[in-house]
């Protein structure tokens, strides 16, 4: 099994940024982490997600340019640095580790298997 928790949310102001991080630890590890997200009255989505091994990321249309995942394979890390926020980018931040085969594809909330507990975001106006 792989516990996640995640730290760093907060209340901040359009056009401030925060530092999420990811801590995960357990036997087992997949090959993408993922960051997704979700509103109030909202479905979960996919923000960004990293391979394991480093390198690889991919992100949502809606926050490229803005959020940087990055990983420390040392600390069994993720981070989301979120930067330039809107209103919009608010809600309950998620990491999870992907499932295999992953269904849906790996920016699919099916596709991930492991999930922390959420940490909140606020964007003030």
């Known amino acids: 099994q792989v516990q996640l928790e995640e730290s760093g949310g907060g209340l901040v102001q359009a056009g401030g940024s925060l530092r999420l991080s990811c801590a995960a630890s357990g036997r087992t590890f997949g090959t993408y982490m993922g960051w997704f997200r979700q509103a109030p009255g909202k479905e979960r989505e996919f923000v960004a997600r990293?391979?394991?091994?480093?390198?690889?990321?991919d992100y949502a249309y809606s926050v490229r340019g803005r959020f940087t995942i990055s990983i420390d394979n040392g600390k069994n890390t993720v981070y989301l640095q979120v930067s330039s926020l809107k209103p919009e980018d608010a809600g309950v931040y998620y990491c999870a580790v992907n499932r295999w085969p992953p269904r849906g594809g790996y920016d699919s909330v099916a596709g991930y298997a492991y999930w922390g507990q959420g940490t909140q975001v606020t964007v003030s106006s």
């Open positions: 990293i391979r394991w091994s480093g390198g690889s990321t």
